[in-house]
């Protein structure tokens, strides 16, 4: 089992940045594809971004290219978003998520465990 919480949410002007992270528990971090997905009111969940295990390889939705920095640190079983020139349409609750199966894949179906989430608020 994995836990994942995540954490640095909160409220930002336009044109602001935010880092978010997200930690896990257990000691197979390293093996996991890592995702970050977002879901507004209203609306379903939303793929974000993803980074491969080791790190070598990210894929990110096309609103957030360009934007959006996924990165991970294994030894501290940490992922991060860094989050610039924020838009008041990327306002969300961020959820974190781990795939074991490593299928590099943007769907959440193939992502088995998931953050609580955290509040990213964008005014414009």
């Known amino acids: 089992q994995v836990q994942l919480v995540e954490s640095g949410g909160g409220l930002v002007q336009a044109g602001g940045s935010l880092r978010l992270s997200c930690e896990a528990s257990?000691?197979?971090?390293?093996?996991?594809?890592m995702g970050w997905f977002r879901q507004a009111p209203g609306k379903e969940r939303a793929f974000v971004g993803f980074?491969?295990?080791?790190?070598?390889?990210?894929m990110y939705t096309n609103s957030v290219k360009g934007r959006f920095t996924i990165s991970r640190r294994n030894a501290k079983n940490t992922v991060y978003l860094q989050m610039d020139s924020l838009k008041p349409e990327d306002t969300a609750v961020y959820y974190c998520?781990?795939?074991?199966?490593?299928?590099?894949?943007?769907?959440?179906?193939?992502?088995?465990?998931w953050g609580q989430g955290t509040q990213v608020t964008v005014s414009s």
């Open positions: 980074i491969s295990s080791n790190g070598g390889y990210t």
């Open positions: 998520a781990a795939d074991p199966n490593r299928s590099n894949q943007p769907l959440p179906t193939y992502y088995d465990y």
């Open positions: 257990g000691r197979t971090f390293n093996s996991y594809t």
